[in-house]
């Protein structure tokens, strides 16, 4: 895929560090960085996805919750001999 143009801003330290590592690695400080942000959005985006179909679940009408209270006594059963089944 083409690549485009885009203008990155970076306080003294990080730009420094960037520096130190484009040339211990040999690459481009563009190329670290391309790969940086592509890195962070590949770890984060499932989370952003997760959210808006859990809202989009939890606005359905028929939609089911587990009350706090539930959580806390499945929670405090961890490690016990009577340990609970996840409420559902």
Known sequence: MP?????LRLDADTL?????????????KAWLAA?????YI???H???????DAVTRANRRNAHFVSH???????????TGKER????
């Open 46 to 52: 499932w989370q952003t996805k997760a959210i808006r």
């Open 85 to 88: 089944k996840p409420p559902l």
């Open 69 to 79: 209270e539930e959580i806390d006594a499945w929670l405090a059963s961890w490690g």
């Open 3 to 7: 690549s485009k143009t885009m203008t």
């Open 16 to 28: 420094a560090r960037l520096d130190e590592l484009a040339h211990a690695t040999e690459r481009s």
């Open 42 to 44: 590949e770890l984060n």
């Open 35 to 39: 790969e940086a942000v592509k890195t």
